[in-house]
């Protein structure tokens, strides 16, 4: 079993950057892909961003050159960096994962960005 815990969401105003974690515990795992998706109100949830092991990246269109995920292998942490950030990007980010054994696929609690002035 793997437990996903979030971080670093809150309120920004347009055009500034946020920086989330998730970091994954438990016993006897090993992960092969990291991601984040967000859910705004009303919509599907939808990709983001994802990591695989071989650190090969993979981006949603809308963020393409102003987001950037990134991983600690060591402490099982993945990071989304947001910069110049818009009202469009106001959804709660989830945090995903595939590891082994399984594999299974995990997701942590959520953690809401709201961009606004």
């Known amino acids: 079993q793997v437990q996903l815990v979030e971080s670093g969401g809150g309120l920004v105003q347009p055009g500034g950057s946020l920086r989330l974690a998730c970091v994954a515990s438990?016993?006897?795992?090993?992960?092969?892909?990291m991601g984040w998706y967000r859910q705004a109100p009303g919509k599907q949830r939808e990709l983001v961003a994802s990591?695989?092991?071989?650190?090969?990246?993979n981006y949603a269109d809308s963020v393409k050159g102003r987001f950037t995920i990134s991983r600690d292998i060591a402490n099982n942490t993945v990071y989304l960096q947001m910069d110049s950030l818009k009202p469009e990007d106001t959804a709660v980010y989830y945090c995903?994962?595939?590891?082994?054994?399984?594999?299974?696929?995990?997701w942590g609690q959520g953690t809401q960005v709201t961009v606004s002035s």
């Open positions: 995903n994962v595939f590891a082994y054994p399984g594999p299974r696929q995990y």
């Open positions: 438990g016993s006897s795992f090993s992960i092969y892909h």
């Open positions: 990591i695989a092991s071989t650190r090969t990246t």
